[in-house]
């Protein structure tokens, strides 16, 4: 039997900061967790049986500023930004 927990705390900067050494204006933090497990049994030489069983939760959200957010490329695109309860 085996047991295997993840947990991720990341942090990604959407809006950078206006001027140096501020925080960012806004960030996407993901706090996703998961847990999953495996049971091997052996019930004759010839047959085995193995059962997995995992469970993710997804979860995101946006700090900071929020609201259009626009970038200058070929051409200028404009994407909203709306926090997520």
């Not at 206006?18 to 091997?40: C, E, H, M, V, W």
């Not at 049986?49 to 939760?57: D, E, I, L, P, Q």
């Not at 959200?61 to 709306?82: D, I, K, L, Y």
């Amino acid at each position: 039997m085996s047991v295997r927990g993840t947990l991720a705390d990341n942090t990604d900067d959407q809006i950078l900061a206006q001027f140096p050494g501020q925080q960012p204006a806004s960030t996407l933090r993901d706090n996703s967790k998961g847990i999953s497990a495996q049971y091997t049994a052996i019930l004759r030489p010839n047959l085995i049986n193995v059962f997995n069983f995992g469970y993710t939760r997804f979860g995101q959200a946006f700090s900071g500023a929020t609201g259009p957010v626009c970038s200058r490329r070929r051409s200028t695109r404009c994407r909203t930004r709306t926090r997520v309860p």
